[in-house]
């Protein structure tokens, strides 16, 4: 969680961002994706931790988020998803004036 926003982060190594996709529907994020390659006959490796197969995640959104800003990024292989808040629900400094 950040000020004036949350951020969802998911490790999503040898997932290509055009496999994932990243869904807002009455208040449900979900993302969903797969890894791009399956194994053929022509390599084999000898240790592989992810191999091919999607993945799904579903996130309820509370009221606080700005579901109009939602934004999603991929970098090497990390998605960020950020969630901004609403603004009313972003803290706030409150000035106290002297009576």
Same mark, same amino acid.
């Given at each position: 969680?950040?000020?004036?926003? #949350?951020?969802?982060?998911?490790?999503? *190594?040898?997932?290509?961002?055009?496999?994932?996709?990243?869904?807002?529907?009455?208040?449900?994020?979900?993302?969903?994706?797969?890894?791009?390659?399956?194994?053929?006959? +022509?390599? +084999?490796?000898?240790?592989?931790?992810? &191999? #091919?197969?999607?993945?799904? &995640?579903? #996130?309820?959104?509370?009221?606080a988020i700005d579901?109009?800003?939602?934004?999603?990024?991929? +970098?090497?292989?990390?998605?960020?998803? &950020?969630? *901004?808040?609403? +603004?009313?629900?972003? *803290?706030?400094?409150?000035?106290?004036?002297?009576?």
């Open positions: 969680e950040q000020k004036d926003a #949350f951020v969802v982060t998911a490790d999503l *190594p040898g997932v290509d961002d055009r496999h994932v996709e990243v869904h807002l529907e009455k208040g449900l994020l979900t993302i969903d994706g797969a890894l791009a390659a399956e194994p053929d006959a +022509t390599w +084999t490796p000898l240790y592989a931790e992810y &191999r #091919f197969g999607g993945f799904h &995640r579903e #996130f309820r959104l509370s009221e579901a109009d800003e939602i934004e999603a990024r991929m +970098t090497d292989g990390v998605l960020e998803v &950020r969630l *901004p808040k609403r +603004t009313q629900h972003r *803290p706030r400094q409150i000035s106290v004036r002297a009576g």
